[in-house]
């Protein structure tokens, strides 16, 4: 797939067929991956993927903690709204005004149960951080992370970063193997799109010209 393309089809899709990714894909992505850049060739990522019985047993945890209404744990703080600017904070609303505008009232509700299933999604990807780093490896994993994505679309596989995927680190440690010594940043599900409308919600962004300084 043309560069161009793979960056304007990749979207967050929040409903996956239940079709397997061949092990050998996963990993052919993840390899892709880590062609990313990051400070002095340093790769400070460690990524876990969740497929079969690892991630049934991820989901029935899932299931239990939104029946015991646990609030979510994330190893890497969530802070408020307000610790975001201004103008991401209308952002943010915006993005659910339009997501409630394109779904209406049922399906607003099934968008968003879609996150406490996981997204019925065949491959959970989790990428995690040696704790004590300064910072700047989160720019790294970021730019790992979307690497992740776009390798992923370019081979037919779509995919959603979501904070949903790890606010239960504590659970999900013994599970993946994760040592006490790493932080498990963020999330990523991988999987073929089902065939729902929620799926071919289109997120809209801001003008150039709002996030553009040009000096010339
Ligand atoms: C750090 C981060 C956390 C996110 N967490 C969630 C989440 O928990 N649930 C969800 O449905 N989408 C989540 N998203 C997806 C964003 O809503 C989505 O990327 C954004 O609206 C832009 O849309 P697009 O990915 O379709 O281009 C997250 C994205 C990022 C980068």
Redesign the pocket.
């Given at each position: 797939m043309e560069f161009s393309d793979v960056m304007t089809r990749r979207?967050?899709v929040?409903n996956f067929k239940a079709e397997a990714i061949p092990g050998e894909l996963l990993a052919d992505i993840v390899r892709t991956a880590s062609r990313a850049p990051s400070w002095e060739n340093s790769q400070p990522w460690n990524v876990y993927i969740a497929t079969g019985e690892t991630l049934k047993k991820i989901r029935k945890i899932w299931r239990d903690k939104y029946a015991e209404k646990t609030k979510g744990s994330p190893d890497m703080p969530t802070g408020h709204r307000t610790n975001f600017s201004p103008r991401s904070q209308q952002s943010m609303k915006d993005?659910m005004a339009s997501v409630g505008e394109f779904c209406g009232d049922p399906e607003l509700k099934h968008f968003l149960e879609l996150?406490e299933f996981l997204f019925h999604a065949p491959a959970l990807v989790y990428l995690t951080l040696g704790k004590g780093h300064t910072g700047w490896p989160i720019y790294d994993l970021g730019a790992f992370g979307l690497a992740l994505m776009l390798a992923a679309k370019d081979r037919g596989i779509d995919s959603?970063?979501?904070?949903?995927i790890v606010k239960y680190p504590a659970e999900l440690r013994p599970l993946l193997s994760v040592p006490e010594d790493e932080e498990i940043i963020?999330g990523i599900a991988l999987g073929y799109a089902a065939d729902d409308r929620v799926n071919e919600f289109?997120?809209s962004r801001l003008p150039v010209e709002t996030i553009l300084t040009l000096k010339e």
């Open positions: 979207h967050s929040r993005f996150n959603i970063p979501a904070y949903e963020m289109s997120s």
